[in-house]
């Protein structure tokens, strides 16, 4: 079973950008996706990647501000967050799942999350 680990969250001010990493471990590479909850809502997805990187899909929320990448050398997944916006505070979660059409079928493994803040 995958592991996944997420770090690279914090405090910022709006405008700002912020580059959040997915370790993952455990098995073999497989599409990873990226999440986030805020408070009182529930989980959205946000972006997929391939496991060879070379599909990706983003949620109409971010496309254009939000850059879903992998290096599988470091197994590790990105998540580049530019120009962001104080309704982008949130937990960010990542998954190891299936990229479906223009979407994303999260499996059961999840990370256990990374606060981030930003303030206006």
């Known amino acids: 079973q995958v592991q996944l680990v997420e770090s690279g969250g914090g405090l910022v001010q709006a405008g700002e950008s912020l580059r959040l990493s997915c370790t993952l471990s455990?098995?073999?590479?497989?599409?990873t996706g990226w999440y986030r909850q805020a408070p009182g809502e529930q989980r959205a997805w946000l972006a997929a990647v391939s496991a060879d990187g070379f599909t990706i899909k983003y949620a109409k929320s971010v496309k254009g501000r939000f850059t879903i990448s992998r290096d599988n050398a470091k197994s590790t997944v990105y998540l580049q967050m530019d120009s962001l916006k104080s309704e982008d505070t949130a937990i960010y979660y990542c998954?190891?799942?299936?990229?479906?059409?223009?979407?994303?079928?999260?499996?059961?493994?999840w990370g256990q999350g990374v606060q981030v803040t930003v303030s206006s």
């Open positions: 998954n190891s799942g299936l990229i479906l059409g223009d979407g994303y079928l999260p499996s059961e493994s």
């Open positions: 455990g098995s073999r590479v497989s599409a």
